[in-house]
């Protein structure tokens, strides 16, 4: 018999091969087609509104038992989806991502719809392909008692908001996991076993992967989503909610719906890309004319986000004028009381609005709420002595200014003592870690607590 495969270390987990895993990268990221039609394999694509941000499916090449469950976190602005798809030319398989709009879920229902009947196809016919590459009888009798059923592992808010629509529209049992406790299955998943996972960012090193290791505790964990919760982890699932802030993911969203044409989140992201926060924000050069060096501060250090808002806003009467790099504008009118005063006082120099451009008001954004969410995390890094800080949550998006924010924030203030590290699939550990507590029956896991202690006894 061949040597016992490697194993995810969590009690009541899934009992997953990881043993040569590999993240995806050389296949272009796509939006999943309204009209595709699903089926087996690591060519399917699933039909839905909803799109991936990226495509890094987890490839599990020595994976080759079913996975009759998926999982979904449903937040207050996204919603993220993990499943299991067989390849078609190996025996393994993959982990896949996908992620749709909240507000969207009928999205969200159809493509799961949809997956679940590939999913009972695919299980209807497996057991004899099965039998054929594990030789074991009663393995296949086991997994085939598991398989009579598909399950959706759900977490986040809507698990509950949803419930019993997904158990309606979906005719299946939705088991409903609490929301910290995936998100902690899933970041210990990702640190521990999943190699190129983890990696710390800075501008002269952008991607600086971090080796897995099974030695991880304590940590913080900062998970920014619509808002953001900051979770001290001592152990594997013992963990406790130490802080957080209403200003997060949801905050940008919502402001930058006001301000700017963005149509989405990641339309604000490529706007911030392309932005110049010092036409908005006032800087430590704007007041000293170069930097603080005493205390530290740059020339280019933020004083003050929007700071040069109020200053040009003052110098005109007619307004604000937001544009962006295709014509679009957005036009806030000045009081007309106060324009028609100084019109007679001033002179036609009024009579044109503020005008700012969404990119850089988009920028100055991003980096103002990153800076808040950077900060609170040290703080409470060095109220609970924790030197490592995790930074999850589909907020992130591996977008650049952010994590070098975060990164620059986490360094600054600790003096280089503690570090700041991000992930791949920052958005999807309450998704993974709901994927992961689905438990058949005698299913084992790696370097568990309970495992130790039965050791220790023998």
């Given at each position: ?113 949809k997956l679940i009947s590939v999913k009972r196809q695919s299980i209807s016919g497996s057991s004899s392909e099965t039998s054929s590459i594990n ?324």
């Amino acid at each position: 018999m061949p040597s016992s495969p490697r194993r995810i270390p969590y009690p009541g987990s899934i009992r997953i091969n990881v043993e040569g895993a590999f993240i995806v990268d050389d296949e272009p990221a796509s939006s999943i087609s309204p009209n595709a039609i699903p089926l087996p394999g690591s060519a399917a694509v699933i039909s839905g509104a909803g799109r991936k941000t990226h495509n890094r499916d987890i490839v599990l090449p020595h994976h080759t038992a079913d996975v009759s469950h998926i999982a979904v976190d449903i937040g207050g602005s996204l919603a993220k989806l993990v499943y299991f798809t067989r390849d078609d030319d190996s025996i393994g398989g993959r982990i896949n991502f996908a992620m749709f709009e909240t507000e969207k879920i009928s999205d969200l229902i159809g493509f799961m719809s949809k997956l679940i009947s590939v999913k009972r196809q695919s299980i209807s016919g497996s057991s004899s392909e099965t039998s054929s590459i594990n030789g074991d009888a009663n393995q296949v009798a086991d997994a085939a008692s598991e398989k009579k059923q598909i399950y959706i592992m759900a977490t986040g808010g809507g698990a509950y908001k949803f419930y019993d629509r997904l158990r309606k529209e979906l005719d299946v049992e939705i088991w409903q996991e609490d929301e910290m406790e995936c998100l902690i299955v899933g970041l210990d998943f990702f640190i521990t076993e999943i190699p190129f996972e983890v990696f710390t960012y800075s501008e002269q090193n952008p991607m600086s992967f971090v080796s897995a290791k099974p030695d991880i505790y304590p940590y913080l964990l900062v998970n920014i989503g619509s808002g953001v919760s900051m979770i001290m982890v001592s152990g594997p699932r013992q963990f406790v909610r130490i802080g957080g802030s209403s200003l997060g993911g949801g905050t940008l969203w919502g402001l930058l719906s006001l301000l700017t044409g963005a149509k989405s989140f990641d339309d604000m992201l490529l706007m911030a890309s392309k932005g110049d926060n010092s036409n908005v924000d006032m800087l430590v050069g704007d007041i000293y004319g170069t930097g603080y060096d005493r205390i530290g501060l740059k020339s280019s250090t933020i004083a003050s986000s929007f700071g040069k808002v109020f200053k040009k806003r003052l110098q005109s009467t007619d307004g604000v004028e937001i544009s962006d790099s295709t014509g679009s504008s957005i036009r806030i009118e000045g009081d007309q009381d106060e324009i028609e005063e100084n019109g007679e006082e001033e002179g036609a120099e009024f009579s044109t609005p503020a005008r700012f451009k969404a990119e850089d008001i988009s920028r100055s954004l991003l980096y103002a709420i990153s800076n808040n969410i950077g900060q609170i995390a040290y703080l409470q890094a060095q109220r609970y002595n924790l030197q490592h800080i995790y930074f999850g949550g589909s907020f992130i998006r591996g977008h650049p200014q952010t994590m070098n924010t975060l990164s620059y924030a986490i360094n600054f203030w600790s003096n280089g003592e503690k570090k700041a590290y991000f992930l791949r699939h920052e958005g999807y550990l309450g998704a993974v870690g709901a994927f992961l507590k689905r438990q058949p029956t005698g299913w084992g896991r790696k370097n568990s607590m309970e495992d130790v202690r039965k050791a220790a006894e023998l």
